[in-house]
């Protein structure tokens, strides 16, 4: 599933009906803490239901997730960079959008661990891996825990600092 790297977060999603992609869309309701903490955040990066969550949640709340998250096409060209991998990695989101993750923006994930990854999600259409990474380009060495995730909106890597 190729798009072009201007279309829209949302075109897809908007055009199945599944989302609302302005920012003044009412979030689904919070579901309460086990531990009574109150409400859980719209988007864990821990979630089964990581993928639900990220068709529910606006512009708005993609960009306020306390990990990063990132959309790209099956060769890796950014569609989406939120901000808090903006903060991570020092890049604008829209110097991001319309560059490859693994190639341009982050070259350190360009090798069998991270990116081999990703391909076989891609090859055989099943993606859900997590794993502990290290980032090492433009910044000191970072410990991060990576997911790497498909559906059919695209594929998703989100990214957590430890």
Known sequence: MASSPTQDLYSFLKDKGLTQPDDEAAPPPATS???GGGPQPLLDFDDDQIGERLHQA???????????IVRVDDSGVVEFYN?????????????ARGRNFFTQLAPCSNNRIFLGRFKKGVRTGSL?????????????PTLVDIRLYRDEAGNWVMVRKR
């Open 83 to 95: 901000t808090y991998e903006s903060r991570l990695a020092g890049v604008e989101p829209s110097d």
């Open 128 to 140: 859900d891996e997590h794993f502990t990474y290290t980032f090492t380009y433009k910044m000191r």
């Open 58 to 68: 606006s512009r708005k709340q993609l960009d306020q997730a306390d990990f990063g």
């Open 33 to 35: 803490r086990s531990d």
